[in-house]
């Protein structure tokens, strides 16, 4: 049986079990009182129908022609009019959902946590289709060209037929016996596949075949114990101008040509929380939830942010002049670009923010633990 754990501080933390002493890092006070310099406006909040976090779950809503699509582990699917949040339609499906939603060619995807994806019409949620694959879906289902690619929590990759669900291929990594509990969504773009394993391994694929076009190591196991050699790729992949970039846990940062495979600069700044993008920076939470600016082009650091160490942070999102993340304790915590300086905090809530915001426009949209969501915007 494969072990599966969300972070190397729980591995560490078990240890309090037998005794022995937490060695879990404590989270850094945040200043208090904190002047903000930035307006934040509330737009609109609404409730996604039920728990988003449990059992370390990451459920992502989805933006797609106007329209924000939500799921919960409890089953409620519900989608919403980005403007104003407004409910458009609301479905429950008789099974807890544990990936998604994925939205595209007018079908809303999810996975469950045996294996099973279900498909639905984005225009009312009526349900399609149902296939099995082969373990728990952890991470939002893509769709591209009739194929709906599906990354499942045993190393494997599906292709399925987008009107049935029927099986077209499947492609299969080598799972190490300790991985993070977690996997990174697949990229599907023009008739390809890119999706990153816990083995530490990149692969593109044909999109309709499953063939593969290349792998490229991102990160090398190494190390005496299992535990050392952990090297999963949990970020979610970012894709710009063709080029590729990726983040492993205990790995590099590094920037790949898309087309060819080939790597165009390495980075010693490891992720499982994420990546975020924008015309000049690469943006990176590392495993101490330290916020880094890098070139693009180069993989040069710019900034550092450091006060925000062991806070949880989810990946960093780029609005306008700003950087955010949120953070365990429910605070989006916004930074300027160009220096990483605090400008705003906002907290909604005290609910756990695990998800990166997402950004529509110049709407943020922010998603906690407890299935409350905002959308707020600077001023």
């Keep these: 049986m494969f072990i599966r754990l969300l972070l190397l501080g729980l591995v560490i933390g078990l240890g309090g079990c037998t005794g022995s002493k937490d060695n879990t890092e404590p989270p850094a006070p945040l200043d208090d009182p904190f002047k903000s310099t930035l307006a934040i406006k509330k737009l609109w909040s609404a409730k996604v129908g039920g728990d988003t976090n449990k059992g370390h779950l990451k459920l992502v809503p989805t933006f797609y022609e106007g329209q924000l699509f939500t799921a919960s582990l409890e089953g409620h699917l519900r989608v919403f009019n980005v403007n104003d949040g407004k409910l458009v339609w609301e479905q429950e499906i008789d099974v807890p959902i544990s990936g998604g939603p994925g939205v595209g060619d007018d079908i809303?995807?999810?996975?469950?946590?045996?294996?099973?994806?279900?498909?639905?019409?984005?225009a009312d949620g009526t349900e399609l289709w149902r296939a099995q694959v082969s373990s728990e879906i952890l991470a939002p289902p893509r769709i591209n060209q009739e194929v709906v690619v599906v990354r499942t929590l045993d190393g494997k990759l599906f292709g399925l037929q987008s009107q049935t669900g029927e099986r077209l291929w499947v492609y299969e990594s080598r799972i190490p016996p300790l991985t993070l509990r977690g996997t990174s969504a697949p990229i599907v773009i023009y008739d390809a596949v890119i999706a990153g394993f816990d083995n530490g391994k990149i692969a593109l694929l044909e999109l309709h075949t499953g063939k593969v076009r290349w792998e490229y190591p991102v990160a090398v196991a190494r190390g005496r114990t299992e535990l050392e050699r952990m090297v999963d790729i949990d970020a979610e992949l970012l894709l710009a101008d063709d080029i590729l970039y990726v983040s492993s846990y205990q790995g590099p940062t590094?920037?790949?040509?898309?087309?060819?495979g080939e790597l165009l600069w390495k980075k010693k700044v490891s992720s499982y929380a994420?990546?975020?993008?924008?015309?000049?920076?690469?943006?990176?939470?590392?495993?101490n939830s330290h916020v880094w600016a890098l070139d693009r082009y180069s993989g040069q650091d710019w900034w550092k942010q450091e006060k925000l160490h062991a806070r949880q942070v989810t990946a960093p999102v780029s609005i306008g002049d700003y950087v955010v993340v949120g953070d365990f304790a429910g605070y989006l915590h916004w930074m300027h670009r160009d220096n990483g300086q605090f400008l705003a905090r906002y907290r909604f809530d005290d609910a756990s923010i695990m998800?990166?915001?997402?950004?529509?426009?110049?709407?943020l949209i922010a998603l906690n633990s407890e299935g409350q969501i905002v959308a707020l915007r600077p001023e």
């Design 108 to 122: 809303v995807l999810v996975g469950t946590q045996k294996g099973e994806v279900i498909a639905l019409a984005a």
């Design 274 to 287: 994420g990546l975020g993008l924008d015309f000049d920076y690469l943006y990176v939470t590392d495993t």
């Design 254 to 260: 590094v920037a790949v040509n898309m087309k060819k």
């Design 355 to 363: 998800v990166p915001p997402l950004v529509v426009d110049n709407i």
